[in-house]
């Protein structure tokens, strides 16, 4: 028999004669069984087979990390939760902190020096006003005690007062610096 493209592509064919092969081709069991006993076949069967096994194992060994990394995930998402809770409660206390401190903080602490000096001028000027109003004429009685005790308490409304207005101008004038620790 001649050499031909299918002879040389399978050699294991060269034994069949002409009518076998065209059997081949008419008889599909004997075409399967034949295709089926060729090397090449076998094979890439083989393989398929090795790759079918080991795809087997790798699903085995995935199926039996699923329940650990189902676990992760959970413990995963739970200090994910933990960390954004820690976040937000992070910011409130920034916050809470901010308010806290803002107490301190020189601007504030001058506004309030400024509050002060003025009420501690209203109770001064009050504590006059009510000396002058209890007392409607010179000879009503108002004795040197009542007098000695005002100017007492007048005179120490008044010291406060101008001390804390010469702070406040001093504080104005920069003459005050505050050093952050």
Known sequence: MAATPLMNEFPELAYLTREDLEDILNDPAYFQSIFHSLPQVKELYQAQTELGMANEAIARANLSLQDRLYELRTETKEAFDNAKS?????????????????????????????????????????????????????????????????IREFRELRKVYHKRLMWGDRWASGQVSWEDD
């Open 86 to 150: 820690m976040e937000s409660r992070w910011k409130d206390l920034e916050r809470e902190q901010r308010e806290v401190y803002q107490r301190f903080n020189p601007q504030f602490l001058l506004l309030r020096l400024r509050h002060a000096t003025t009420a501690q001028d209203d109770a001064s000027e009050a504590l006059a006003s009510s000396f002058v109003q209890s007392s409607p004429s010179p000879s009503s009685g108002n004795d040197a005690s009542d007098v000695d005790e005002f």
